[in-house]
T-cell receptor, first 113, second 115 residues
């Protein structure tokens, strides 16, 4: 019973391509996030959605477009991939009105060649 | 402004010795504080949290953390380290009520426990 699941786990693609990462949570949470972990292991928030509405967009390039079809899913589409996009992308979820921790997916390692 | 500082990139400790991983924070409101652990090629796993109440909180795998409001710190501790504790540890904070939908993370501390 995986709480937050992401697919794919690994993604290798060429510069200029468009790719998507999918995320689903079965915890009933109302808030979902995308975090980027760079090669130095820094974790930086990219987006946050609450009940399918975008509430945080941390100056991420327009090539990154999140989509939340319902509150259990948050997908990330990336256009025109660049070398600098190579990183591990983590999806997470939490309940906004509770004092809860965030639950993280296992990550998607994106390598742009 | 909200931020989390983990001043040590790496902590080395011998198995059986006590360990401390340091964390300080800055928030505008009240802090909800968390510790996570990340093993290689894995996601972040929750260890423990401080919301309110006792300053000493206990979590998974024998870890505990002490909240110190005057020093704005939330250091992670364990009385006796295990080799299997070797991993990357992240401190995180939610700024309540100003940014309750955002978790701010520190830069991470790599814990090395040697046999």
């Amino acid at each position: 019973d995986t709480a937050v699941s992401q697919t794919p786990k690994y993604l290798v693609t060429q510069m200029g391509n468009d790719k998507s990462i999918k995320c689903e949570q079965n915890l009933g949470h109302d808030t979902m996030y995308w975090y980027k972990q760079d090669s130095k292991k820094f974790l930086k928030i990219m987006f946050s959605y609450n009940n399918k509405e975008l509430i945080i967009n941390e100056t991420v390039p327009n090539r990154f477009s999140p989509k939340s079809p319902d509150k259990a899913h948050l997908n990330l589409h990336i256009n025109s991939l660049e070398l600098g996009d190579s990183a591990v992308y983590f999806c997470a979820s939490s309940q906004s009105q509770r004092r809860d921790e965030a639950f993280f997916g296992q990550g998607t390692r994106l390598t742009v060649v | 402004a909200q931020s989390v500082a983990q001043p040590e990139d790496q902590v080395n400790v011998a198995e059986g010795n006590p360990l401390t991983v340091k964390c300080t924070y800055s928030v505008s409101g009240n802090p909800y504080l968390f510790w996570y652990v990340q093993y290689p090629n894995r996601g972040l796993q929750f260890l423990l949290k401080y919301i309110t109440g006792d300053n000493l909180v206990k979590g998974s795998y024998g870890f505990e953390a002490e909240f110190n409001k005057s020093q704005t710190s939330f250091h992670l501790k364990k009385p006796s380290a295990l080799v299997s504790d070797s991993a990357l540890y992240f401190c995180a904070v939610r700024d309540i009520p100003y940014n309750f939908n955002k978790f701010y993370f520190g830069s991470g501390t790599k814990l090395n426990v040697k046999p």
